[in-house]
Antibody, heavy 125, light 107 residues
Framework: EVQLVQSGAEVKKPGESLKISCKGS????????IGWVRQMPGKGLEWMGI????????RYSPSFQGQVTISAGKSISTAYLQWSSLKASDTAIYYC??????????????????WGQGTLVTVSS | SYELTQPPSVSVSPGQTASITCSGD??????VCWYQQKPGQSPVLVIY???KRPSGIPERFSGSNSGNTATLTISGTQAVDEADYYC??????????FGTGTKVTVL
């Protein structure tokens, strides 16, 4: 059974650093892209970035480039999302999700088939 | 950047058909998928590649995509289908784009 299990809720102060995790099991972790998605309170889904654990190839949404760092430890089947200096506006639920799909003739079908349970990050002074 | 627009809300009576639209420039030239998200839960994929259903998703969920609009249709809507629904596509410049989301209320 495919599972993505995320680390627990965090409460941090502005300016602090944070690294949350997403551990995959039940499939070959290194051969599927893992994406990160933000959901601010009462708001929609926003794609942040994605990593291929096999070689750590990483892509970021322009909105999040330079704001977060995505990494992976393939030997322990875990992806990470980290901040060096949190802001109150980083308060949100963060989901990891496994990406499936392919490209053919310039048309790409990319979607997220399994999702983690989400990690609530609260940043408050 | 590429954007996907959905109506904020759709209301439907039990047993009736709910249609949720997702609009974007030349969206029919891209593949669209749909997620269902219930309160306090993670999103669940209900449609991929415009109209394919993952294993375990009821047949009452269907999808289509043409022109500038993709549509998720829920036939014979049940109370359990009350949730937020998001479309998503991939664009070469923006990468992964989510729609603005639609709250489906079963009255």
């Amino acid at each position: 059974e495919v599972q993505l299990v995320q680390s627990g809720a965090e409460v941090k102060k502005p300016g602090e650093s944070l690294k949350i995790s997403c551990k995959g099991s039940g499939y070959s972790f290194t051969t599927y892209w893992i994406g990160w998605v933000r959901q601010m309170p009462g708001k929609g889904l926003e794609w942040m970035g994605i990593i291929y654990p096999g070689d750590s190839d990483t892509r970021y949404s322009p909105s999040f480039q330079g704001q977060v760092t995505i990494s992976a430890g393939k030997s322990i089947s875990t992806a990470y999302l980290q901040w060096s200096s949190l802001k109150a506006s980083d308060t949100a639920i963060y989901y990891c999700a496994r990406r499936l799909g392919y490209c053919s003739g310039g048309r790409c079908s990319y979607f997220f088939d399994y999702w983690g349970q989400g990690t609530l990050v609260t940043v408050s002074s | 950047s590429y954007e996907l627009t959905q109506p904020p809300s759709v209301s439907v009576s039990p047993g009736q058909t709910a249609s949720i639209t997702c609009s974007g420039d030349k969206l029919g030239e891209k593949y669209v998928c749909w997620y269902q998200q219930k309160p306090g839960q993670s999103p669940v994929l209900v449609i991929y590649e415009d109209s394919k259903r993952p294993s375990g998703i009821p047949e009452r969920f269907s999808g289509s995509n043409s022109g500038n609009t993709a549509t998720l249709t829920i036939s014979g809507t049940q109370a359990v289908d009350e949730a937020d629904y998001y479309c998503q596509a991939w664009d070469s410049s923006t990468n992964y784009v989510f729609g603005t989301g639609t709250k489906v209320t079963v009255l």
